[in-house]
């Protein structure tokens, strides 16, 4: 059990706000020669010790505690590269906490303010673009179905275990749809942002069963969804859009003409221009505070409506059909 420690022990530090990037998409504070990495989700909370060049450290030897105001001291059990517990307050509300890290000879300590929107990324399940989302082992993949003009676009979007984007490039598979007696097995295709498949428009609820091969991986993953409707894009939806060091994903986002949708834009990291989004057509400009989620209303006409970052250097289009 971790006992309090004497202040003189502790070396202590504040929040980073600029330098580096947490490598969890977490929060990042200097402690001692190294750092720590708060990362907050819905149901977990977890803290990653990483020395001056953001590697891993070991944790043998070392004892985590959070402390987060008006609640017990919560102490972090060890689990691979991390310390972790169940989140005793959840994400819906800002807090303020400390970390205490004491090893053998000494202890390091830091702070963290956690904002809803940021950071909350640890084992969180909630649909980004207003999909389903399973699991497979520390992968998560999220299937939208998206009404076409003719058919539907199955999208399926791949996140690590921290829901942070990963890229479709050379992940390859097959889906299998089931709408009532039509079964339908097609092969996915790189989307960019997302894998796709064209189907048939759905008539009703819809059996899908996917299998994926990822390059870094030694077996297929399997994931069985069951979609209510035909549909798992509801209209007037709201599609998150992560604004990171590569720009806005996804940078396309599909739509029905004259159907309201919410753009919630959530930038992860200072290390990028897109500090502030802009649509031309629209006369609408609006700034992009760190880990602040800024939502964004529209009824996108026919066509493509672009936005773009302020110095026009990311760009992204909401596309109506």
Same mark, same amino acid.
């Given at each position: 059990?971790?006992?309090?420690?004497?202040?003189?022990?502790?070396?202590?530090?504040?929040?980073?706000?600029?330098?580096?990037? +947490?490598?969890? *998409? &977490?929060?990042?504070?200097? %402690? /001692? =020669?190294? $750092?720590? @990495?708060?990362? #907050?989700? !819905?149901?977990?909370?977890?803290?990653?010790?990483?020395?001056?060049?953001?590697?891993?450290?070991?944790?043998?030897?070392?004892?985590?505690?959070?402390?987060?105001?008006?609640?017990?001291?919560?102490?972090?059990?060890?689990?691979?590269?991390?310390?972790?517990?169940?989140?005793?307050?959840?994400?819906?509300?800002?807090?303020?906490?400390?970390?205490?890290?004491?090893?053998?000879?000494?202890?390091?300590?830091?702070?963290?303010?956690?904002?809803?929107?940021?950071?909350?990324?640890?084992?969180?399940?909630? +649909?980004?673009? *207003? &999909?389903?989302?399973?699991? %497979? /082992? =520390?992968? $998560?993949? @999220?299937?939208? #179905?998206? !009404?076409?003009?003719?058919?539907?676009?199955?999208?399926?979007?791949?996140?690590?275990?921290?829901?942070?984007?990963?890229?479709?490039?050379?992940?390859?598979?097959?889906?299998?749809?089931?709408?009532?007696?039509?079964?339908?097995?097609?092969?996915?295709?790189?989307?960019?942002?997302?894998?796709?498949?064209?189907?048939?428009?759905?008539?009703?609820?819809?059996?899908?069963?996917?299998?994926?091969?990822?390059?870094?991986?030694?077996?297929?993953?399997?994931?069985?969804?069951?979609?209510?409707?035909?549909?798992?894009?509801?209209? &007037?939806?709201?599609?998150?859009?992560?604004?990171?060091?590569?720009?806005?994903?996804?940078?396309?986002?599909?739509?029905?003409?004259?159907?309201?949708?919410?753009?919630?834009?959530?930038?992860?990291?200072?290390?990028?221009?897109?500090?502030?989004?802009?649509?031309?057509?629209?006369?609408?400009?609006?700034?992009?505070?760190?880990?602040?989620?800024?939502?964004?209303?529209?009824?996108?006409?026919?066509?493509?409506?672009?936005?773009?970052?302020?110095?026009?250097?990311?760009?992204?289009?909401?596309?109506?059909?």
């Amino acid at each position: 059990m971790l006992t309090p420690i004497a202040l003189g022990w502790i070396l202590f530090s504040a929040t980073e706000t600029a330098a580096h990037v +947490p490598p969890h *998409g &977490g929060i990042l504070a200097s %402690a /001692g =020669e190294g $750092h720590l @990495e708060l990362v #907050v989700g !819905p149901d977990r909370v977890a803290l990653f010790p990483l020395d001056a060049k953001l590697e891993p450290l070991p944790l043998a030897g070392g004892e985590a505690v959070l402390l987060i105001g008006g609640q017990p001291p919560l102490e972090l059990a060890s689990t691979g590269d991390r310390w972790e517990a169940a989140n005793p307050v959840g994400v819906d509300s800002g807090f303020d906490a400390v970390a205490v890290v004491r090893r053998t000879t000494a202890a390091v300590a830091a702070r963290f303010a956690f904002q809803p929107g940021g950071a909350s990324l640890f084992h969180d399940h909630r +649909p980004f673009h *207003g &999909g389903l989302v399973g699991m %497979a /082992g =520390e992968r $998560h993949m @999220e299937l939208a #179905v998206q !009404p076409m003009a003719s058919g539907a676009e199955l999208q399926l979007y791949l996140t690590d275990a921290y829901r942070q984007p990963v890229s479709p490039t050379g992940v390859t598979g097959t889906v299998r749809v089931r709408d009532g007696a039509r079964t339908e097995t097609l092969s996915w295709s790189d989307g960019g942002d997302c894998l796709t498949a064209r189907i048939a428009k759905p008539s009703g609820p819809l059996d899908v069963h996917l299998e994926l091969n990822y390059p870094d991986a030694p077996h297929n993953v399997d994931m069985d969804y069951y979609v209510e409707q035909g549909m798992a894009k509801p209209t &007037g939806s709201t599609v998150t859009i992560h604004v990171g060091s590569d720009g806005f994903v996804p940078a396309r986002i599909e739509a029905q003409g004259g159907t309201p949708v919410t753009l919630r834009f959530l930038r992860m990291t200072e290390h990028t221009c897109a500090t502030r989004v802009v649509f031309p057509a629209l006369g609408i400009e609006r700034d992009l505070p760190l880990g602040h989620p800024v939502e964004i209303s529209i009824v996108p006409r026919a066509g493509e409506t672009a936005f773009a970052c302020g110095m026009g250097m990311f760009r992204g289009a909401v596309v109506a059909r």
